[in-house]
């Protein structure tokens, strides 16, 4: 007879290759995991363990969850971002792995080109992942996070405790469309800006994995009509608070370069960092005057 883990693995990886996930085999392996609290290695060589019912019942039904496409990092609660932990839920955006190119330039940036303490405020914060894993990588900075979601800014405070933070980030609820002369009082002028806006364009939506119509944010995607609503304001709002030499790190969606570019020169000297599959995904606009 089949090892019963074995037999769970095998149960789960066709449940979910029936639901059309990919990965299915993986993702069976991480649930299971998750429900027995072993590692995935440990699924294959404590096999002989005896697997308590409720144990076989709790499996079963995140399967379910999963079936319906809701997405791994929602089910498990946590996501990895730059080496990282993070709490995740239906109220943030699940940080992504090009995310990391934008953080890795900004630490680069701060490692040389800056001598002195310097301020970084992150736009549009969800988990709070971006200026986290800035703040965990160099202590030569004081971070302003800001999102409109009071939820998204709870996961975020969390993330930051939980991360060994507590007092290093500065959170603020506010709206980029709210009163700029009240952002400008509670920040003054920084030295970098980092953004992952909501960029896609309101049509696309409902053409996305149902992982990302249906379950992220609403607000952390919609980019209103052509995508581009929040990056001009962006814009706007970084040419008033960055210092001379600061600059502005925005990531953008595929086919956004042209257009974002047109935009940025008009009051940046502007470059792109690609992410690992050469697409352009991080604006890096400095201030120069
Ligand atoms: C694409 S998510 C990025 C989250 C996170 N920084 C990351 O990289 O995973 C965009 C975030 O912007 C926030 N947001 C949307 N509209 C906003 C606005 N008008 N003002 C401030 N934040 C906004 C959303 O709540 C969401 O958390």
């Not at 301020?119 to 990588?137: C, E, F, H, Q």
């Not at 249906?214 to 960055?242: C, W």
């Not at 502007?270 to 599959?277: A, K, V």
């Amino acid at each position: 007879m089949e090892n019963k883990i074995l037999s769970l693995i095998h149960y789960g990886e066709a449940k979910l290759s029936e639901a059309g996930i990919t990965s299915a085999k993986y993702e069976a392996e991480i649930l299971l995991s998750y429900v027995l609290k072993k590692t995935r290695l440990k699924l294959y060589t404590d096999i002989k363990g005896f697997i308590p019912q409720e144990k076989e019942e709790e499996y079963k039904q995140l399967l379910g969850e999963r079936s319906k496409r809701k997405p791994l990092q929602y089910i498990l609660g946590s996501s990895d971002f730059y080496g990282f932990k993070f709490k995740v839920n239906e109220n943030v955006l699940i940080p992504r792995p090009e995310t990391e190119v934008l953080v890795e330039g900004v630490i680069d940036r701060i490692v040389n080109c800056f001598e002195k303490k310097i301020s970084v405020l992150d736009i549009g914060t969800g988990s709070g992942n971006i200026p986290i894993s800035i703040a965990k990588s160099s202590s030569m900075v004081d971070i302003y996070a800001m999102d409109n979601s009071a939820e998204a800014l709870e996961i975020a405070k969390y993330n930051a405790r939980e991360n060994g933070l507590e007092g290093r980030i500065k959170f603020i609820q506010m709206s980029i469309y709210d009163d700029y002369a009240k952002l400008k009082e509670k920040v003054g002028h920084v030295d970098i800006i980092t953004s992952n806006p909501p960029y896609i364009p309101t049509e696309q939506i409902k053409d996305l994995m149902p992982e990302i119509s249906e379950y992220e944010p609403r607000a952390a995607l919609d980019g209103g009509e052509d995508g581009l609503e929040i990056i001009k304001k962006i814009l706007l709002v970084a040419n008033g608070l960055l210092r001379y030499n600061g600059a502005l790190f925005l990531e953008i969606w595929d086919g956004q370069k042209e257009t974002v570019q047109s935009f940025a020169k008009k009051y940046f000297s502007i470059d792109f960092n690609n992410d690992l599959s050469g697409t352009p995904r991080v604006l890096i606009a400095e201030k120069r005057n």
